[in-house]
């Protein structure tokens, strides 16, 4: 890979994370601590629902505009997600790893299919 390419790479990845941040900023942490007025989906299938609309968006043709890019939002809900994610494992390991329900050596891959998919 060439060193322009890893440029672009780790600008792209800045760019993103600004985003983020902004966003965060603008509505809270409302992806990861839903206010759950409407919903009381958990916080791994809403970024999912999310994810699902975002990508709904992009093959009806509605994700490549001047003013919203839903291609930098889908790629901000994958980082969230893995977010979640590791949220999910710490909380579960937190309370199952005495039980021995969770093996603290298990990959997030893994603990996702075991535990994540199911709903």
């Given amino acids: 890979m ?11 990845c800045h760019a993103l994370a600004q ?17 759950r007025v409407f919903s009381n989906l958990s916080v791994l299938a809403s970024i999912k629902c999310r994810m699902d609309d975002k990508l709904s968006r992009i093959q009806n043709g509605h994700g490549i505009t001047t003013d919203e890019d839903s291609f930098w939002d889908l790629a901000g809900y ?8 590791e949220d999910a494992a710490k909380k579960d390991e937190k309370h199952n790893v005495e ?5 603290k050596t298990q990959d997030m891959d893994e603990y996702e299919k075991q535990h ?4």
């Fill in 2 to 12: 060439s060193e322009e390419i890893k440029t672009r790479i780790r600008d792209k």
């Fill in 19 to 35: 985003l983020l941040c902004k966003k965060n900023d603008a509505y809270g942490d409302s992806a990861t601590s839903p206010l």
């Fill in 78 to 85: 994958l980082i969230l997600y893995q977010i979640a994610l």
């Fill in 99 to 103: 039980d021995g329900t969770m093996d």
């Fill in 116 to 119: 994540i998919w199911e709903g």
